[in-house]
């Protein structure tokens, strides 16, 4: 073990590498996992603060600048009433056995408002539980398939989203490949990911736009 000095203070409040991108499997699994881990700086008195070596008083300062550019999502009125249908419509959704069409859900504003972090935090935590239910293990894989399990889907659409190009969107989140594949043979490849792995959400994200 190592002593550590006055001024050896702990740098976890600079999280390594870059940012995850939510649009593949990977990169929504590793933001699901670790979108909590972010400790905020400890509120100091300005007596405290002025105590501090100056390598730990920039050291502070540098955490509580990562403190305002992490700040967590604030729960309002209208978040609790987005978070209660949203959760809803995704357990009801996914809880469902009959081939009928599932019920989506719209959420609209206008841009900075916390829709899309509102959403992603809502589906992440459904999709905390229902990996803990069964055990992080798809219950419906095929014997001997290695099908990667994705009960959410996350996606963001192409700023001019057609049909086809929202699909291809689709399976890059899973890796899939797209290339020479028409429209009917897209919308029946993005059908059979979302069986294969078992994705019970699908989010797709729609650039704001004049």
Not at 68 to 75: E, G, Q, R
């Amino acid at each position: 073990m190592t002593a550590k000095g006055d001024d050896d203070v702990s740098y976890s409040f600079l999280l390594p590498g870059q940012p995850p991108m939510r649009d593949t499997v990977e990169g929504w699994a590793r933001w699901r996992r670790t979108r909590h881990d972010f400790a905020p700086a400890p509120r100091l008195d300005l007596a405290a603060w002025r105590a501090m070596s100056p390598r730990k008083r920039a050291l502070h300062d540098l955490h509580r600048a990562a403190t305002h550019a992490n700040l967590p999502l604030l729960h309002t009125p209208m978040s609790r009433e987005v978070a209660k249908l949203l959760h809803g419509r995704i357990r009801t959704n996914a809880l469902k056995l009959k081939p009928s069409t599932r019920a989506g859900v719209m959420i609209t504003g206008g841009g900075y408002q916390g829709k899309t972090e509102t959403a992603c935090e809502i589906a992440a935590a459904f999709e905390d539980s229902w990996l803990e239910l069964h055990q992080h293990v798809n219950p419906d894989a095929l014997p001997g398939a290695r099908d990667l399990y994705a009960p959410v889907a996350y996606v963001q659409t192409p700023v001019t989203a057609k049909p086809k190009s929202t699909s291809k969107a689709v399976l890059n989140f899973y890796g899939a490949p797209t290339k020479n594949l028409d429209l009917p043979d897209l919308v029946h490849q993005v059908a059979a990911s979302l069986n294969d792995h078992g994705t019970k959400a699908l989010l797709l994200d729609f650039t704001d736009r004049p």
